[in-house]
């Protein structure tokens, strides 16, 4: 079975999304760790991946919206390179752009208070990219 996890990685926050099903995204949970200790969140995703028997990682790639790759984009890449050292799993980067505004947004729509978006909003945002990912993925498996 895949057991596919999505991440959204923040300079101090890392926010997890799982799918068991390879169809629907749920929130896992938002891990703090010292800003820009990016050792420290990978030991966070390994703990996550050897937890949950992780097959494949989609991590969010943020992209400048002319498709430039900029620092966090850079990060990411690198971050990327981390996880695949630590553990044998596929590690896809997804074009995240626009993400986060989409899980504000629906967080917005749903009367979500202020302050609870604040904590919700990286969990949310690892869905909107993990979800995506999926309805790709099976939206080209069926095509």
């Not at 991590?59 to 990327?80: A, Q, T, W």
């Not at 505004?101 to 969990?123: C, E, L, W, Y």
Request: hydrophobic share 40%; net charge positive.
């Amino acid at each position: 079975m895949n057991i596919t996890i999505g991440l959204d990685l923040g300079s101090k926050t890392l926010g997890v999304a799982i799918s068991t099903s390879g169809i629907i995204a749920s929130i896992l949970d938002t891990y703090r760790f010292a800003e820009n200790d990016y050792q420290q969140a990978v030991m966070i995703v390994t703990k996550v991946i050897d937890e949950h028997q992780v097959t494949h990682v989609v991590l969010g790639y943020p992209k400048h919206m002319n498709n430039d790759v900029g620092i966090r984009g850079k990060i990411s890449e690198d971050f990327k390179r981390l996880i695949e050292l630590a553990r044998p799993v596929e590690v896809i980067l997804w074009d995240e752009r626009l993400s986060t505004k989409t899980a504000n947004q629906a967080m917005i729509k749903g009367d979500v208070r202020r302050h609870d978006r604040k904590q919700k909003k990286d969990s949310l945002a690892a869905v909107v990219i993990l979800q995506n990912y999926l309805d790709h993925k099976g939206a080209n498996k069926h095509a």
